[in-house]
Structure formats: C-alpha cells, structure tokens
C-alpha cells in the first residue's frame, strides 16, 4: 500500500520524517518496502516559458522554440506538441535529463536539421499521469526557473507498506497512523464523524436476503449533486497513493477506501429499477464490471441487485451501468459488511484483484459501518452539494465483542522480555485495547473492534513486545546436554548420504530435477499415480513415478549444447500409487570412455557401467551384493535384453540396463539404473572376528563349455557351492565363442581361489575339489573344456 | 710359483676387463676357476708340494682365488647393470603423455546446504526429521491454523492433486513436518526438517519446486530469546561469520503467535554480499512462537507446551553463500553449472574441519 507522507500527516501530528516513519513502521512489523519521493526523481525539471514558437522548416509536425529556463540566455528546443505555443509555461528539462516516462537520458541533439537543448515535457514523460496529447500547461504566473516538482507540491515522500493479512486495521491509513501514535511517533488526530442533517427518507428501498454474505447493509441517499472532478488536494492525494482520480464521487469512496480501510460504493439512482437488495446471484447472471469486464456469477456469491439486474459484485467490483457520470444528480451511498471468507472465495473464483476486495476479505471494522458512511457522504456533500436522505440501515454487521484473560507475565514467559506489568497495561491502553484488572492479578482485555486478528494471550505478548521493540529480546542459548552432542541422524538418513557420495566419487554429477513431469513421459516409465489438478504446464502435470525422465531430459539438454559424456544422479522420491519411496536414479549418456591415447576409440556408455555404479551405490547403502541375484529383463523402459533387476530374495533392490531406444531417441546409447532405496535390508553391520589362515591360497583354472542361454551368474553360484568352506573366490577371467565352440554355446573360463585353513591341500583335495566343480557345473549343463 | 700366481692375475685381470658380454666373464670364470681353470690347477698343485712349501703357496692361490672370483662377480654385475641401463633407456616413454581422463563427479548444493544444516543443527541437539510431500489439508493447513478460507489455499499459490483421497496437495511448506512430529512422539522436541516444498509460482527468484528447512523447538520454558540465540548461532556457524546481527521485525505466520521475519545485517562491496555489520538487511528467514491452536491442534496442553519454529529456503541460503544468481539454474541439472557450483565427494561439511569447503 502506497502511503504518501502528506495524507498521513492528515492523521498524525508528527515532527518525524520519512525515514523516521518509516523505520517506526519496520519495527512495529509493518514492512517497508521502499520510500519514493518524485521530487528527488524529477529534481532537473524546471519551469519554463515557451517565448517563441516558429514552425520547423523541415517538418510540419514539429515547431522550434526558444524557451526561458531562467538561466539567462533562451533555450532552443524542437518541440512536436500540438500545445506548444509562444506564453505557455511548463515543464523544462535540460540535457543530461533522464526522463522517467520515456526513460530516456537527453543529449543535446539535431532534429531535422535544427539543434535541440532539451525538452519541453508531457505529464506521462514524468509518470504523473498518462497525458501525452501535448506538453503540461502552467497557471501564467508559475515561477520560470524554479524546481518544478517542489513547487507542485510533489516532494511528498510516498511509503511502499506491505501489510500482513491479519492486520485488516492497517488497509487504511488511519489505521497506520494510529500504530504509529501508539509508537508514540505523534498524536492521533481522529476525524470527527460529521452530525447529518437529513433532508428527506432515503428513496431506495434497501434489503438483504443473503445475511451469511451480507450481515449489514447500510446506505444514504444524496439528491441534486454536481459530479465534477475533485479538488486538486484529492486529486494529488490519489494520485500519489498510486490511483486515478475519476470524478468527486468516486474519489471520495477511494479516499475512504485508502484513507480509513472502508470501500463503499456510489449508485446513480437513476440507472436502478426499484430497491436494492444483497442477495445471492442467480444462475446465468452477469456484470459488465468497472473494469470493463464482464463476469458470469453463481449461487456462491453475493452480490447487490434491484429489481432488473445485478450491479455490484458485493465489496469486490461495481457494476458499469450503474456507475456514476458527470450528469448524475441523484446518488445512493453504500456502505456495507461483506463476510470475508465469501468474499475471498468470489474473489478467486472470478480473478477479481480490486482495493475493495483486500480490505474486506481481511475484514473491515464493523465498528465503522455507519461512521463511514457518514464521513463520506459528508465529504460528498461538501465537494458536490446536493441534500442528504436519512440512512436506511439492514441487518448489523457482526460487533467484535472479545474480551480475552491475560496474565502479564504470559509475556515474559513466551517472549523472554521480562515488560513490567504497568508498561504492558499502558501499551495496551495506548493500542485501544480496555484493561481491566489490577496489576498484579490476571486482566479482563477488551480487544478493539478493529482487531479482531488479535484472539488469544500470545496475540496480546505481540502487541506488548513489537511496541517494546522485538530488538529488546536477548538472546538465550538452548540448554545443552552435557558432553559431546549425539548422532542424531537415522540409518535412512545415513544411507542416502553414503550413496550420494559414493555415486559422486565415481565420477557422477548430482541433479535435481522437478519431481512432476509430463504425463505422456510417465507414461512411457510406468505410468503416473498422481496427477496435479492445476498444473503450471503440461511439462509438469504428473508426479514422476522413476526419476529417470528427468535425467533422461537432462541428459538430452546436457548433449545438445556438445557434451559429449553425461554422467548424471540424482537422489530423490518416486510417487507411486503406495506412496514416497525414496530412490536413487543415475544415468551414463555419450562416452563411457573418451577417446584416448592408451584406450583408443570412444567407448559408449553399456548396461555394465550401470550396473558397476549400481553396484557401488548399492554397496554403499548397505546392500549385500555379493549375495544379489540378477533377474532379466528390467522394466519395459529399458533395452529388452540388456537389463535386468537386482533382488535379494524377494526384495527388487534396483534395475538396471540401458534404456529402451525407443525412449532415449537422438540421445543415443544411454544406459541407467535405479535403486530402490527403502528395500535395502538394514546392514547388520557387525564384522566377523579377524582370522587370517595362515596357509597359502590355492589358484586353479576351469574352463566350461555351456549353452549360450545360461546366466554366467549360475554358474559362478554353482561352482562356489562345490565346497563352501574351501572356495574363497570366483572369478570369470574370459568368455568366448568362435573357433572351437560349438554353435549355440559359450565358453566360460573361471578362476577358483582356494583358501585352506586347517592344513595344506594334499593332490587328494584338488583333485576332490575339481570333481565338486566338475559336477557343480555339469548339473547347469556345462562340460568342462578338454 | 709366485711368478705363476702373479702372472695368472694379471692375465686373468686383463681378460675380464676386456669381457664385454656376460658369456665372456663366464668364459674368463672357467678359464680361471673351472674344473680345468688355471687357478683350479694351482690349487690341485698345492696338494702335491711338501709341507713347507705349500704353508708358504697356500695362501697366495687362495687369495688369487678369491681376488679373482671378486673381480668376476663384479665384472658381471657391471655387465648386467649396463646391459640394464641399455635396456631401460630403450623402454623410455614420453612421461608428458596424458592420463585417461577421470570424471570428477559433484555433489549438487543444495545437498551440500542440507548436510551443513544437519551437521551444525545436530551439535545443537536437533534430529533430521521428514514427512510426505504429497500431503493431506489437515496437515498442511488446518493444522497449522490455516482455515479454509485462507488466500494461501487458493489455487494459485497450491498445488492440487486429482483423485482419491480427495484434497490432497503438494505440501507448500515443511511446516507439516512440525505437526507429524508433535503428533507422533512427546516433547521436548528438537528437530529441523529439510525437503521439497512446491508452489504454483514462477519466475527468475520463485519456481514451483524449492526446498525449505524447518525448526522446532518445543519444551516447558523454551522463548524467543531462544530463538534468537538458536537463529544467531546457525547463522554464524553456517556463514563462517562471528559478526553477526539479526534484525527481528514483528510479522504474521497463522501458526506462530508472536511472528517475526528475521534479517540478517550484511554489506555488498563490489556488488558481492557480505554478511555480517548491519549496514544493510537481508531478510533469511520467518520464525515465532508456536501458536497455541497449533500445540493443541496436535493434543499438546499450549498451558504445559511451549516453544519456537522456524522456516527458510535452502536455495535461497545456498545462493547467499555461494553466490548463484538464478534460482531456475538450480533444477535444470545443465553439467557446466553443477561442475562449476557443485561440491567434491570427498568435501564433507564437518564441525571440526567447518563449513566452508
């Protein structure tokens, strides 16, 4: 809320500056969000009187003037205003000038051949309003010379207020000023609600049928009015407040709506067809609003209508036809209370952002109804003349009738700030609040009718302590547990650490990427399980069921602005129709391995280099991995023969491959893994005793021949188990087919690591040994290779 | 005699100078000291010789024998160390040659801010604690005294989710964690609450997924003098700064009663910001008294239950600290951004080793 100095100053006597104010206003938790001052913008700007105008040789739009600037010497300047004329005074910039409407910098210049130093200037080059059909005219006897901003009564600095949503008493500048009186930063000079004669029974019939939307609905008549444009003082006011002023009328309800927090709205009595009534809209109703919009309206709002058509969105927007004109003479006054969950409710559901509607939506004191009425037709009267009806009163609008029990040292108990009881009484007596109590018992406070965000004892410790000055609380350590402070993070916690860090030292850059993605990619990756209703685009519609869409986009992204090797992870949950599981996803894109001196040719990124960082990662969460099975094929989002998932037991602990290439496209060879991290068992953590065996290990070699469709893994498994206790390590040390092997079979060269422990291997043992391995292996249907 | 020994020395010296190749020593050895060698004779001689003599020869053959054999083994060692640096000279490589690359790998910031967090929260005896993101109204509004027609409900601030259960949303803010966790366990309570928080939002400084911490703090007498201390010490510890200044200014939260906004003082020299001083505020955080529907929204007695909350943006603190610009950057995974941002395996936020890495 803009909140110019002078309009302030309407209400608080106060010696303080700006600054002052404004610093006042930060610390009672009104934020600041700037101070403006136009006359430090326009401080260049002169007055100045156009002494000759000559039309310019080369353009008949343009003329050329000499200007007295009162530097002595005319200026030339080439002016394109069709107002420009020898006698005029107004508005002067000389070179160097930054313009703000244009924003622009003036140089001394050449315009169709003729020298141009400076600018005569409109009212929307300096952003004080939107004229532009010719240059600002001065009253004849405007000082020539002297700073014109200063002398229009602009240098008024202007104060950017964000108010919170609870503080509905501030919407008003009243209310600030009152805040700030209460900061003892001035006097509070309160209007004084004018005694109306009324001339006659207000000739509108008023009514209300929807009391939940409307409780109160108050309203004067003013008959034979004279709707001109305001006096300039209004006319400043508004316009430094950030509004445009419109006509008399209109500018009173907007001075009551910025100046006390209190919308109303003006009817021209002779656009209504009989009595006004707040009722619900009905179906199919619209409004041609004020903004020149026009609005489909429902059951759910309540509106002001008469006898033929709605013309007011109750305390959100009026209606076009029944605006007031220059040539309207007989006006209704409203001044209403409008509920304020209704009226956010209507607000959204229409897209209507107006003044009226953030002030009742935080709810405009009901205290205040008729009063500010009566303020404003009084303010009518006197810009407009006319005779004032007598007031047609429906309904009351709910009165704040709170009254909360408090024991001061509430206040030191929530706040650490120990505010003797008589200075907190004082604090609130000086906020409007009515104590009743003595000092040393608990107190009866009666809260404000233009509170009603304040609700409890901990409402009251804030009144209390933002007056004090929050920077008055001390700060005070936590209490400590003796010694070393403990491990707090759980084994999930630990485990997501470890496996981003594992994935990192491999060499993997981390991602983050949106956890919604669009639906047609969740698609081709399972599927989404949730759906957002309002989504920001169709990119982000669904909740991401893997998380390798994303990287696969990212990926894709990272290739065409020229990486040429992707390696990338990220740590993070899928939505899944059973909830947050959380997940770790990496993905290798382009080289595996660049071209290279050593290694030759490019290697592009294979199912094993995800099944290694797969490996790694699963590793380091905790998982056991030599005991993993690997089960083909992965998902359906992956290259049919070259994935598979990793379970233990039951458990799918994570799938791996490279991705179908059907979904990975231009990006080529891409290779992927996710783990799932929530079915890692528990690691058991605890080590076996240290037990070196004191005997060498043994080393023999098998080579099998076997069908070309057996997992190497059962193999390896198969040869293991030929005698548990004495296998130490399997190893497959070459793979081959050609020459010599069968069609449709595979030969697989194994190396056996035997670890004696009680005594050495006689020949007897090896040759034992090789027989287990033998029949191991025979069993899968391997034949050991002559 | 002497003659012969004298003699057979220096032939036999002369030889094995001369002896370039280990087969040539090899060939002086035999000569000399073989079964037919010449020293090999002498000492066969010796056995003949009458008492006398051989006590006066004796010991001169046998210090030829050994003269010799010395010579012979070093001859062969120089030999074999030559034909060595012959051999290693040849297998010489150009050592400028590159190595295989190796990817460096990096952890992205806003995990490196996370673990900041929870290391220096965890020496002040906070736990990590987490709940869903897809979560319901009662948690993340009506819980935390957001009636229903609070504007922060309205669509254009929520996101929504369609089907069943109905009015499901993406949490707004970590604030539901403070309420799963009043709601599961008793105090005293200490934990921070880091994740993804989602809002209908877009723009160069808001995107609609960010993250956010949250702190609670509930025991008998916990105040905002706590907070503020709580506030002050993260905040010198996190920024590596001990001159810090907080500014609290009264504001509004519906679920903490007294709110305040918390600035911290800062400087921007040369346009990069400093904190510490108070030249100028930077607003970091929100935080207040847990209000008191909200202590017993969760079954806690507000006359027995009291303490302080508080929530910022991880992002935002990240680009504070580490000086990122855009916040959009920080979810669009572009590999010049994470590698010139993001932070080594190996750099692990630590008490004892700080928070700087």
């Known amino acids: ?786 | 005699m002497s003659e012969d020994v004298d003699a057979l020395r220096a032939r036999h010296l002369a030889e094995l100078a001369a002896a370039q190749t280990l087969e040539a020593v090899e060939a002086v050895r035999v000569a000399a000291l073989g079964r037919a060698g010449t020293v090999t004779a002498l000492l066969r001689a010796l056995g003949r010789m009458p008492a006398g003599e051989r006590l006066a020869a004796a010991p001169r053959v046998q210090a030829l024998r050994e003269e010799l054999s010395a010579a012979i083994e070093a001859r062969r060692r120089t030999l074999a160390a030559e034909a060595l640096a012959l051999r290693l000279e040849a297998e010489r490589m150009d050592m400028s040659l590159p190595v295989p690359p190796e990817p460096q790998g990096s952890i992205h910031p806003i995990s490196r801010v996370m673990d900041e967090l929870a290391e220096i929260f965890a020496d002040l005896g906070f736990a990590v604690a987490e709940g869903p993101e897809i979560e319901d109204d009662w948690h993340n509004f009506t819980a935390l005294n957001i009636p229903p027609e609070h504007p922060a409900r309205a669509m254009h601030d929520t996101f929504y989710l369609a089907g069943d259960p109905p009015g499901r949303v993406l949490r707004t803010h970590t604030s539901p964690v403070q309420i799963r966790t009043m709601t599961g366990g008793r105090p005293p309570i200490r934990i921070i609450a880091p994740g993804r928080v989602y809002r209908s939002d877009s723009d160069a400084t808001h995107t609609p997924m960010f993250h956010q911490v949250e702190g609670l703090v509930i025991d008998r007498d916990t105040h905002m003098g706590h907070l503020k201390w709580t506030l002050e010490t993260f905040v010198k510890a996190f920024f590596g700064v001990d001159d810090v200044v907080l500014r609290l200014r009264p504001s509004f939260f519906p679920f903490t009663e007294p709110s305040v906004e918390v600035d911290v003082g800062c400087s921007w020299e040369g346009g990069r910001l400093q904190v510490g001083g108070a030249a100028s505020w930077l607003e970091i955080l929100g935080a207040g008294m847990v209000h008191p529907r909200v202590l017993a929204n969760c079954g806690l007695d507000p006359a027995e239950w009291q303490g302080f909350a508080f929530g910022c943006g991880i992002d935002r603190l990240a680009m504070l600290k580490y000086g990122m610009t855009d916040l959009r950057a920080f979810f669009d995974a572009d590999l010049r951004w994470l590698r010139h941002h993001g932070f080594r395996a190996l750099d692990v936020p630590t008490l004892s080793g700080g928070m700087a890495p």
């Open chain 1, 1 to 786: 809320m803009k909140v110019p100095l002078s309009w302030l100053r309407r209400y608080l006597e106060t010696d303080a500056d700006a600054a002052a104010i404004a610093d006042a206003l930060t610390r009672l938790g009104l934020e600041v969000e700037g101070i403006a001052n136009p006359a430090e913008r326009l401080a260049p700007f002169t007055i100045a009187r156009v002494l000759t105008a000559e039309r310019h040789p080369q353009a008949d739009r343009l003329q050329v003037l000499t200007v007295d600037a009162g530097i002595g010497e005319a200026v030339q300047v080439v002016c394109g205003a069709p107002n420009a004329r020898a006698g005029l005074v107004g508005v002067f910039a000389p070179p160097g000038t930054h313009v703000p409407g244009i924003d622009l910098t003036l140089k001394v210049s050449s315009i169709r051949g003729v020298e141009s130093r400076g600018m005569m200037c409109s009212a929307r080059e300096l952003e004080l309003g939107d004229d532009h059909e010719g240059i600002i005219e001065l009253p004849e006897d405007a000082p020539v010379g002297a700073a014109y901003a200063r002398w229009a009564g602009l240098d008024d600095p202007v104060i950017e207020v964000a108010v919170t949503p609870n503080r509905a008493d501030c919407m008003g500048i009243f209310g600030i000023a009152r805040d700030l009186a209460a900061a003892r930063l001035g006097r509070l000079v309160a209007p004084e609600v004018p005694t109306l004669a009324p001339a006659f029974p207000c000739p509108v019939p008023i009514a209300i049928e929807d009391a939940e939307g409307c409780p109160a609905f108050f309203a004067r008549a003013l008959r034979g009015v004279r709707n001109g444009p305001s006096p300039q003082w209004l006319k400043d006011l508004l316009t430094r407040a950030g509004l445009r002023p419109v006509s008399a009328l209109v500018d009173v309800t907007n001075y009551m709506s910025l100046g006390f927090g209190r919308p109303l709205h003006v009817y021209d009595i002779a656009r209504l067809r009989g009595g006004l009534t707040a009722r619900r809209a009905r179906p199919g109703e619209t409004l041609l609003a004020l903004n020149g919009r026009t609005y489909a309206l429902d059951e759910s709002m309540c509106v002001i209508a008469d006898e033929a058509a709605v013309h007011d969105i109750g305390g959100i927007m009026g209606g076009m036809d029944s605006g007031v004109s220059e040539e309207t003479t007989d006006v209704l006054v409203e001044a209403a209370w409008f509920s304020p969950a209704r009226i956010g409710a209507t607000g959204r559901a229409l897209g209507i952002v107006s003044d009226a509607r953030a002030r009742f939506e935080r709810g405009v004191d009901p205290a205040f109804v008729g009063p500010g009425l009566d303020l404003a037709v009084a303010m009518m009267q006197a810009l407009c003349g006319g005779e004032v009806s007598e007031a047609a009163c429906v309904g009351a609008p709910p009165a704040l009738d709170r009254v909360i029990r408090f024991a001061p040292e509430t206040t030191a108990r929530l706040s650490g700030l120990d505010v003797p009881a008589a200075e907190q009484r004082e604090i609130l007596a000086r906020l409007g609040f009515a104590v009743d109590g003595d000092l040393a018992g608990d107190w009866a406070v009666r809260v404000p009718s233009w509170r009603r965000d304040v609700e409890g004892p901990a409402d009251l410790v804030e009144e209390v302590v933002r007056l004090v000055g929050l920077d008055r609380v001390a700060a005070v350590p936590l209490p400590r547990e003796p010694g070393v402070a403990k491990p707090v993070a759980t084994p999930a916690q630990m485990q997501e650490r470890r496996v981003r860090r594992a994935l990192a030292a491999r060499g993997l850059d981390e991602a983050v990427t949106w956890s919604f993605i669009a639906e047609a990619e969740a698609e081709r990756f399972g599927g989404a399980a949730h759906r957002l209703v309002n989504p920001l685009s169709a990119e982000l519609a669904v909740m991401r069921p893997s998380l390798l869409p994303g990287l696969l986009a990212a990926a894709r992204r990272n290739m065409a602005r020229g990486e040429r090797s992707v390696r990338l992870f990220e740590l993070g949950r899928r939505y899944l129709a059973e909830g947050e599981r959380p997940t770790a996803g990496l993905l290798l894109a382009g080289d595996a391995e660049p071209r290279h001196w050593k290694t030759g040719k490019a290697r592009p990124a294979d199912a094993f280099d995800a099944k290694a960082a797969a490996l790694a990662a699963l590793a380091a969460a905790g998982a056991p991995v030599e005991r993993l099975a690997t089960r083909q094929p992965g998902p359906a989002w992956y290259h049919p023969g070259r994935s598979a998932e990793l379970v233990l037991g039951k458990a799918v602990l994570a799938a791996f491959g490279e991705l179908h290439p059907a979904l990975a496209g231009d990006v080529g060879a891409v290779a992927a893994a996710e783990l799932f991290l929530d079915a890692v068992p528990a690691s058991r953590g605890k080590r076996p005793p240290y037990r070196p065996s004191p005997l060498m290990p043994v080393r023999r070699d098998f080579a099998f021949l076997v069908p070309e469709t057996l997992p190497a893994e059962a193999l390896l498994r198969a040869v293991a188990g030929a005698d548990r206790a004495l296998v130490a390590e399997v190893e497959l040390f070459d793979r081959f087919t050609g020459p010599g092997v069968p069609e449709g079979q595979v030969s697989l060269a194994i190396g056996v690591t035997l670890q004696p422990r009680e005594r050495t291997l006689a020949e007897a043992d090896l040759a034992a040994l090789a027989e287990a391995v033998e029949a191991a292996a025979a069993k899968l249907g391997a034949v050991l290779r002559g």
